[in-house]
T-cell receptor
């Protein structure tokens, strides 16, 4: 499976935008880019996913580089409740399993 | 929908005892996954089912671990006999085809 690389940790001030980067230089044409987050003492939670085009939903936006070798999860206005570990995962079309890496621990500063 | 329901939330057992973890997936979802999370190894996929059939159990650590899905609304993960190194948080998740996974709240297992 193609791997992803994320920074171990990031900090953001409350109510400011947060850009969480993910590198996936060995991505294949059939890999979807998925983002999950895990809040303290909870199970992971689906955030967003995309293939080639940028995606928006109520939680976040996903910006995908033109060559697809990197992507950025954007939280438009960080709140204290967004403090979590964010995982960037590649998932092949039709594959029904997700392999989690170590993710990025986001700290939101009041 | 109540989401994915796992029970128990916490389990403390003595080494050598049998442990059974339970999961009720979201109604209508056709895939179910068991994960284990520890500080050292992070989130590991143990096994997943598609339409109640085990598809990939390559993540199951050893023969002491077994999982079943007798119907679309129930799955169990059994450890027999349990060992201290099995202590972890065990998550169950379900999904419909290629859509996002929904995880349960997990079962925190402590084997003493």
């Amino acid at each position: 499976d193609a791997k992803t690389t994320q920074p171990n940790s990031m900090e953001s001030n409350e109510e400011e935008p947060v850009h969480l980067p993910c590198n996936h230089s060995t991505i294949s044409g059939t890999d979807y880019i998925h983002w999950y987050r895990q809040l303290p003492s909870q199970g992971p939670e689906y955030v967003i996913h995309g293939l080639t085009s940028n995606v928006n939903n109520r939680m976040a936006s996903l910006a995908i580089a033109e060559d697809r070798k990197s992507s950025t999860l954007i939280l438009h206005r960080a709140t204290l409740r967004d403090a979590a570990v964010y995982y960037c995962i590649l998932r092949k079309t039709g594959a029904n399993n997700l392999f989690f890496g170590t993710g990025t621990r986001l700290t939101v500063i009041p | 929908d109540a989401g994915v329901i796992q029970s128990p939330r916490h389990e403390v057992t003595e080494m050598g005892q049998e442990v059974t973890l339970r999961c009720k997936p979201i109604s209508g979802h056709n895939s179910l996954f068991w994960y284990r999370q520890t500080m050292m190894r992070g989130l590991e996929l143990l096994i997943y089912f598609n339409n109640n059939v085990p598809i990939d159990d390559s993540g199951m650590p050893e023969d002491r671990f077994s999982a079943k899905m007798p119907n679309a609304s129930f799955s169990t993960l059994k450890i027999q006999p349990s060992e201290p190194r099995d202590s972890a948080v065990y998550f169950c998740a379900s999904s419909l085809n290629d859509y996002g996974y929904t995880f349960g709240s997990g079962t925190r297992l402590t084997v003493v």
